[in-house]
T-cell receptor, first 116, second 116 residues
Framework: AQKVTQAQTEISVVEKEDVTLDCVYETRDTTYYLFWYKQPPSGELVFLIR??????QNEISGRYSWNFQKSTSSFNFTITASQVVDSAVYFCALSLTIQGAQKLVFGQGTRLTINP | DGGITQSPKYLFRKEGQNVTLSCEQN?????MYWYRQDPGQGLRLIYYSQIVNDFQKGDIAEGYSVSREKKESFPLTVTSAQKNPTAFYLCASSIWPSGGGENEQFFGPGTRLTVL
């Protein structure tokens, strides 16, 4: 079964704290891609990062960093020195190719609130 | 600016009515998708289309219909057969083909449908 689990439904922290959003996935495929998207209050999903199953290097982009561990099927997302503008719902997604079509399997999302 | 537009932003429907949600993209993407989002849940795929005049059912297609007569347009009709249509609907597009599922999907701002 292809599945993505984001066990943290809601997280609330004070501005400038570091926060980690967890993502655990299940797939039998050996080639796959993982994504993180941000959904601000306006509603549209904004692409943050893509990682393929063969690249386990961690990635840092400004205050954002991602830790991909194939051994534990996890792809966690850390925000360092959080800001109020980081408040949003964050989705982790697993991308599969089925009969030539790309399909995204989303986790339930984590609602992150950064308090001033 | 290239992007995806969805209209209307808010839509109210009486029980027993069919309604059509609009989705237009000027990104020159071949693939388009419709997702449904319920509170506290991730996105679920309703329908997708990889080329004009062709579309496939997603995971929750019952009670919905689509058409793809033009590359840039992928309207979704919520029929009276959909038992619980109140939700947030998101349209997305991506480059296709996707060799290994690596292409990110670009999302529109969404339509919030409420059944009265």
């Amino acid at each position: 079964a292809q599945k993505v689990t984001q066990a943290q439904t809601e997280i609330s922290v004070v501005e400038k704290e570091d926060v980690t959003l967890d993502c655990v996935y299940e797939t039998r495929d050996t080639t796959y891609y993982l994504f993180w998207y941000k959904q601000p209050p306006s509603g549209e999903l904004v692409f943050l990062i893509r990682r393929n199953s063969f690249d386990e290097q961690n990635e840092i982009s400004g205050r954002y960093s991602w830790n991909f561990q194939k051994s534990t099927s996890s792809f966690n997302f850390t925000i360092t020195a959080s800001q109020v503008v980081d408040s949003a719902v964050y989705f982790c997604a697993l991308s599969l190719t089925i009969q030539g079509a790309q399909k995204l399997v989303f986790g339930q999302g984590t609602r992150l609130t950064i308090n001033p | 600016d290239g992007g995806i537009t969805q209209s209307p932003k808010y839509l109210f429907r009486k029980e027993g009515q069919n309604v059509t949600l609009s989705c237009e993209q000027n990104l020159n993407h071949d693939a388009m998708y419709w997702y449904r989002q319920d509170p506290g849940q991730g996105l679920r795929l309703i329908y997708y289309s990889q080329i004009v005049n062709d579309f496939q059912k997603g995971d929750i297609a019952e009670g919905y219909s689509v058409s793809r007569e033009k590359k840039e347009s992928f309207p979704l009709t919520v029929t009276s057969a959909q038992k619980n249509p109140t939700a947030f609907y998101l349209c997305a597009s991506s480059i296709w083909p996707s060799g290994g599922g690596e292409n990110e999907q670009f999302f529109g701002p969404g339509t919030r449908l409420t059944v009265l």
